[in-house]
Nanobody, 129 residues
C-alpha cells in the first residue's frame, strides 16, 4: 500500500501562485511509479492537470488549460513531487489530488483517473477574482 499526503492549497487571489506538495512516506517513487496531479471542481468530473509521461521519466504532459502556467516537478530524495501553480485564475478553483500508480520503469503513464491506484486526500485551492 502506498500512502500519499498532499498539502499546500488555500485561498489566493487571481494572478497569484501556490505550490502543492505530495509526499509518499516510506515509498521510493523515483523509478517505478507514474505520478500525476488531478483536480475536481464542484459538480465536475475529476480531470488530469499534469502527469509524467513515463514511470521514472522526465517528460511531462499538461492539460491545455494549465499549460505554461503550472509546472510539475519532483525531489526523489524526499519521495515528493510538486505542482507549482502560477497566474492562477478563478476557474482553477478545485480540490487538487496527487496520484500515483506502480509500474515498470519507463512504462507510459495515463492521463486518466482510471490509470492511478493511489491518491492523496486532496487539498482545496480557491482563487478569487
Amino acid at each position: 500500500q502506498v500512502q500519499l499526503v498532499d498539502i499546500g492549497g488555500g485561498p489566493v487571489q487571481a494572478g497569484g501562485f501556490l505550490r502543492l506538495s505530495c509526499t509518499a512516506p516510506g515509498t521510493d517513487t523515483s523509478a517505478d511509479f507514474c505520478l500525476a496531479w488531478f483536480r475536481q471542481a464542484p459538480g465536475k468530473e475529476r480531470e488530469a492537470v499534469a502527469a509524467y509521461d513515463r514511470a521514472g521519466g522526465s517528460d511531462i504532459n499538461y492539460a491545455r488549460s494549465v499549460k505554461d502556467r503550472f509546472v510539475i516537478s519532483r525531489d526523489d530524495a524526499k519521495n515528493t513531487f510538486y505542482l507549482q501553480m502560477n497566474n492562477l485564475k478563478p476557474e482553477d478553483t478545485a480540490t487538487y489530488y496527487c496520484a500515483a500508480d506502480r509500474r515498470e520503469r519507463r512504462d507510459y503513464c495515463s492521463f486518466r483517473v482510471v490509470g492511478y491506484t493511489y491518491w492523496g486526500q486532496g487539498t482545496q485551492v480557491t482563487v478569487s477574482s
